[in-house]
Nanobody
């Protein structure tokens, strides 16, 4: 089993920044594809960003240029730096992992491991 534990969520004003972290443990391999998803009340879970073992990244159009996904292979930790936050970024953010990166990288069904999520609130 793979365990993923997110942290770093909180409340921030629009225009502010937050950094999310996700610690991976268990039968986790540094070659795994990792991603961040978010889900707002009444909405479907959407892919935000993904990164493969070579550091190649993918972003949704809604966060491109504002969010940065990185990973520390030695620490088995995934990060999401979120800048210029908007009220529409408010959601529960989930860390995810998969054995390989599929073509899309931002589709929920491509990932088999999930954390419990961390809440992000953005006030206007």
């Amino acid at each position: 089993q793979v365990q993923l534990v997110e942290s770093g969520g909180g409340s921030v004003q629009a225009g502010g920044s937050l950094r999310l972290s996700c610690a991976a443990s268990g039968y986790f391999y540094s070659s795994y594809c990792m991603g961040w998803f978010r889900q707002a009340p009444g909405k479907e879970r959407e892919g935000v960003a993904a990164i493969d073992s070579d550091g190649i990244t993918s972003y949704s159009d809604s966060v491109k240029g504002r969010f940065t996904i990185t990973r520390d292979t030695a620490k088995n930790t995934l990060y999401l730096q979120m800048n210029s936050l908007k009220p529409e970024d408010a959601a529960r953010y989930y860390c995810s992992a998969a054995g390989i990166c599929y073509e899309s990288r931002l589709r929920e069904h491509e990932y088999g491991y999930w954390g419990q999520g961390t809440q992000v609130t953005v006030s206007s």
